[in-house]
């Protein structure tokens, strides 16, 4: 690619990283090296085991607690924004060195809206990757600032899901 644009999956309907998923397995088909880093996912998912049988990913998570951050006290949310902060500055590190094609910052705007990382540091990371680098982010409520200098936003909306029959997440359907 000659120059990698911007990408977002954003809103409150399902499929945000299915759609980034999606965009790794029709890049990978090109030969495309690829980085996923994952934030607030630690159990298993279907992604993670399938991104590991793919050669040209390289599949990262960037912090191991299993809870949701509803669910973590003052204390466990310090420990993950301290984790995080070391992933997105080991993936920093490693983007050039790597020469990844494509990247995939899964549920970034989750971790911009607890304020384990700032608007202000994805954007400086924006402004100065490597031009040929596509990146795509995913998660709810992207803030305005991220949306004006992304090339692509799409909105997935929520008109019905099966979580408001009690059913709950299935694997290989929803995780």
């Not at 420990?79 to 997105?88: A, D, G, R, T, V």
């Not at 060195?97 to 995939?104: A, H, Q």
């Not at 899901?161 to 709950?168: C, G, R, V």
Request: glycine share 6%; aromatic share 8%.
């Amino acid at each position: 690619m000659k120059k990698g644009l911007v990408h977002i999956y954003t809103g409150d309907g399902k499929g945000k990283t299915t759609a980034a998923m999606g965009l790794a397995f029709r890049a990978s088909g090109y030969a495309y090296n690829i980085c996923i880093l994952q934030f607030l996912k630690a159990r298993n998912t279907g992604e993670k085991l399938a991104a590991k049988n793919i050669n040209d990913i390289t599949y990262k998570r960037a912090n191991t607690s299993t809870k949701f951050t509803i669910q973590m006290n003052e204390q466990e949310k310090n420990i993950l924004k301290k984790e995080i902060n070391i992933s997105w500055n080991k993936l920093k590190q490693n983007i050039s060195e790597n020469n990844y094609d494509l990247l995939i910052l899964d549920e970034i705007m989750a971790v911009i809206n607890n304020n384990f990382l700032s608007v202000n540091q994805l954007e400086n990371f924006i402004n100065e990757k490597p031009r040929k680098l596509e990146v795509i982010m995913t998660g709810r409520k992207a803030p305005q600032e991220l949306i004006e200098v992304a090339d692509y936003v799409t909105e997935m909306k929520l008109i019905k899901h099966p979580f408001s029959k009690n059913i709950k997440a299935r694997k290989g359907i929803e995780f």
